[in-house]
């Protein structure tokens, strides 16, 4: 992984219930750490602009879940904490990069969001929400849900490019389609700063992964077991969240 360095910004994508994916970013964060390399440490699980900046290294779990706003329902403390305490403790910054849910239904009416991204790559981000909601979105509701997924990677990109400092290295944990140079956060960032992508994906859906061109590392984790996120999702009152 030191091998991706130097660049200013190291985004790694992982997926939210793969439990090796956390230990593969604590061990991220504690290979920076040690090269005196990581300069911030910005989280698609705590929204901007919340940050750790003001407190001390030996600060406590509960003082860094409620400097981060933590909620805990969407992302266990118990898989995130120990690579957020990892950073508090090596004195980095640990800042909450994700869209503020208040600014959701703003940005599901800004049509501008449109423009962020080329007739092909708007097509290919609608399709992937109305996969990612099993096809169980209603077609009205289709435009909004992409407007925030594409909001939510301008506010990651903002964060990653306010935090980059010289000589070092600004990480990104978010889902891998977070990190995508096809429809995320790079997409977003001035085209002259300069970034490397490592993806950690599931050995299932190996393929897929290896069929997107620009990823710099992929580290392939063993297969979870089978689970029916379809069928889940089809029991909610409501056709998943954001």
Not at 101 to 123: I, K
Request: aromatic share 4%; proline share 7%.
């Amino acid at each position: 992984m030191l091998g991706l360095l130097p660049t200013q910004a190291l985004l790694f994508g992982e997926q939210h219930d793969a439990p090796e994916h956390a230990e593969l970013a604590l061990k991220t964060v504690l290979a920076l750490t040690q090269a005196n390399a990581l300069a911030t440490f910005a989280l698609e699980m705590a929204d901007s602009p919340a940050s750790t900046a003001d407190l001390k290294p030996d600060a406590s779990e509960a003082a860094v879940q409620a400097a981060l706003k933590w909620q805990n329902e969407a992302w266990p403390w118990a898989r995130y904490g120990p690579v957020v305490m990892a950073a508090v403790r090596a004195g980095v910054p640990v800042l909450g990069a994700n869209l503020a849910r208040t600014q959701m239904r703003e940005a599901m009416q800004n049509a501008a969001l449109d423009t962020r991204l080329d007739a092909s790559a708007l097509a290919a981000q609608r399709q992937a929400i109305i996969q990612g909601h099993c096809s169980l979105l209603p077609d009205a509701q289709i435009p909004g849900m992409t407007r925030i997924q594409i909001a939510r990677d301008v506010a990651m990109a903002r964060t990653v490019a306010q935090a980059a400092r010289p000589g070092q290295t600004v990480l990104l944990l978010a889902g891998a389609a977070h990190v995508s140079r096809a429809l995320g956060v790079p997409l977003h960032l001035p085209p002259e700063f300069r970034l490397k992508v490592l993806v950690a994906q599931v050995d299932t859906a190996q393929a897929a992964i290896k069929n997107e061109a620009a990823i710099d590392l992929l580290w392939i984790t063993p297969a979870l077991p089978p689970t029916d996120y379809c069928a889940q999702l089809r029991q909610q009152p409501r056709a998943g969240k954001p």
